[in-house]
């Protein structure tokens, strides 16, 4: 075997899947924690026990996006409308990373894309495991708030009497976060640059004519 061409043909592929391949376990976590969330037991959302490494990564991607989602409450309570209010702390967390994810796709920003298009899918699964507490209220919300009143989807799903419905509005947005998260790995697929650098005199030699 041609060692320099099995390395020219392997170091293309590293370069343009690596990120994909270290998203694989992140990725992997996420969808393992959710399914058992809403499977199982809801609490595994909040204790689910990430591997020591994983662990500050995870505590960093949460935060975003609590910081999303409480910005969201705000920006939007300006509407006015209570409703879009309450919605927009899941809309904000989403929107946000969407926004970036269309400048990086404009920008070629091949990294980035992908990096927000994970921060989409985790963002859209903590609403899913929000919503499938909508009908016990069981997990814990931002300021020890007992009575469950400020419930972001008991709320919401007061609104159009669907509370019992909280696990099929779970699922669906689930499906949308899987979507979200398989995209975030194929997206060297998907991915074209529009134009590619040539190496002329390399190419040269290896057809001989140089």
Known sequence: MNIEKYIDGVIPFIKKWWFSFILIVPIWITIERVVLALTENIM???????????????????????????????IFGFFGWRFLAILGGSLMAVLIPFLLFLTAWNKKQKILAQACLFQMGYSTFVSA??????????????????????????????????????????????????????LCLIWPLLYRRETEYVDLSKELEKSGLN
């Open 44 to 74: 595994v959302a909040v204790n689910y026990p990430y591997p020591p490494l994983l662990g500050f990564f995870f505590l960093v991607i949460d935060n975003l996006d609590l910081i999303l989602h409480e910005g969201g409450h705000t």
């Open 129 to 182: 495991v929000y919503c499938a507490d909508a009908y016990h209220k069981i997990l814990p919300l931002i300021g020890n708030d007992e009575s469950k009143a400020g419930h972001d989807y008991a709320n919401m799903l007061s609104h159009f009497y669907m509370v019992d419905k909280n696990m099929e509005v779970a699922w669906i947005i689930f499906a949308f976060g899987v979507l979200f998260l398989l």
